[in-house]
């Protein structure tokens, strides 16, 4: 069982059920999934940043990346129908949790002038979005292998139904916040 799953089932359950007066502790925000999303802007110049970036998000991640197309045309952005644009993972149950752990513990604090995270990235239903700016970060990617420096977008999908639970919740998890939540409580 991952670490973080096993505290949060024997630890943050009771300490949010006392926090927020739950009745039940399936009222209790959980981690349903995380969606870690890359998008490749300049892979239709060069077809072998399609592969790269799925090659690298799948070492990150542990699991086969979903290559996503353009739904329409944006001729401003020189896209057609049907062009690859990006890629992405959906983690979900103890692979989510692993990942989180990682992420927390390893990636953000080898991020240059890492000061924490903001605090300002709820979706207002709870869901939390962080971008991470270069692959180099993830030990598991060797840095010899990369050609073109890529970022991704890291959403966690919560099923709490406001930012507050979410974020104590994220707290609770280990999240660096960087500043106060008050405007949270607003």
Known sequence: MARLLKRYKEEFVKELMEQFQYKNSLEVPKLLKIVVNM?????KEEKKRIDDAVKHLATITGQKPAVTKARKAVAGFKVRQGDVVGCKVTLRGQRAYEFLD???SV????IKDFRG????????????TL???ELSEFPEINLDEVVYPQG???TLVVSAKTDVQSYELLKLFGMPFKQDASFLKS
């Open 39 to 43: 998008g490749l802007g300049k892979a």
């Open 102 to 104: 990682r992420l927390i």
């Open 107 to 110: 990636v953000l604090p080898r």
């Open 117 to 128: 995270v903001s605090s300002r990235s709820f979706d207002g239903r709870g869901n939390y």
């Open 131 to 133: 971008g991470i700016h």
């Open 152 to 154: 991704m977008d890291i």
